[in-house]
């Protein structure tokens, strides 16, 4: 079973930087897909970004050129590197590892809140 721990949320001005971890523990496979989504209450959780150990990202339209997925495959970890921050960023992100074998597993973190003040 993966565990996925955040970190680095808070509250953060309109135009300002925040930057996410996530550690996982067990063992992660080069195959995994790591990744960040965001939910705000009353509607669907959404990508934000997904990154594969050999570094090809994905993002979210609405945060391209503002935010940069990296990822370390000797420690587990993936960030997210959020520059530019606007008040429609406020949610509550979370880690999440996609894991196929035969089927798609998700695995997710608990969540940490980011709220950004105009």
């Known amino acids: 079973q993966v565990q996925l721990v955040e970190s680095g949320g808070g509250v953060v001005q309109a135009g300002g930087s925040l930057r996410l971890s996530c550690a996982g523990s067990r063992i992660i496979f080069s195959s995994d897909v790591m990744g960040w989504y965001r939910q705000v209450p009353g509607k669907q959780r959404e990508l934000v970004a997904t990154?594969?150990?050999?570094?090809?990202?994905n993002y979210a339209d609405s945060v391209k050129g503002r935010f940069t997925i990296s990822r370390d495959n000797v420690k587990n970890t993936v960030d997210l590197q959020m520059n530019s921050l606007r008040p429609e960023d406020t949610a509550v992100y979370f880690c999440n590892l996609q894991r196929m074998v035969l089927v798609r597993k998700d695995y997710w973190g608990q969540g940490t809140q980011v709220t950004v003040s105009s």
């Open positions: 990154i594969t150990s050999g570094g090809s990202t």
